[in-house]
């Protein structure tokens, strides 16, 4: 049974920063494409980052410069680092995984509240 859990939204004021992580269970993601997806109420859920077999990466135009995605493959983590966080920036962030990055669709969290200031 594959689970990804999610931890570290919250609050935070414009220009702060939050650290997301994501920690999968009975799955084994190393050659995969793991990835960051956030949606706010009313609007689709829009791709913020991903990465494809641990070190290829994408970010959308948005958070470029501002966020970086990681993952720690002994962990089974996921992160995403957030800094000069932006009230557009609120949103629902899910973690997801697929065997490649395009239409990811296969495994997601349970989403965590992100809310910018």
């Known amino acids: 049974h594959v689970q990804l859990v999610e931890s570290g939204g919250g609050s935070v004021q414009a220009g702060g920063s939050l650290r997301l992580s994501c920690t999968a269970s009975?799955?084994?993601?190393?050659?995969?494409?793991m990835g960051w997806f956030r949606q706010v109420s009313g609007k689709e859920r829009e791709l913020v980052a991903n990465i494809y077999t641990g070190h290829v990466t994408y970010y959308t135009d948005s958070v470029k410069g501002r966020f970086t995605i990681s993952q720690d493959n002994a962990k089974a983590t996921l992160d995403l680092q957030m800094h000069s966080l932006k009230p557009d920036d609120t949103a629902i962030y899910y973690c997801?995984?697929?065997?490649?990055?395009?239409?990811?669709?296969?495994?997601w969290s349970q989403g965590t509240q992100v809310t910018v200031s």
């Open positions: 997801a995984a697929d065997f490649f990055c395009i239409n990811m669709d296969r495994y």
């Open positions: 009975g799955y084994t993601y190393s050659r995969d494409c």
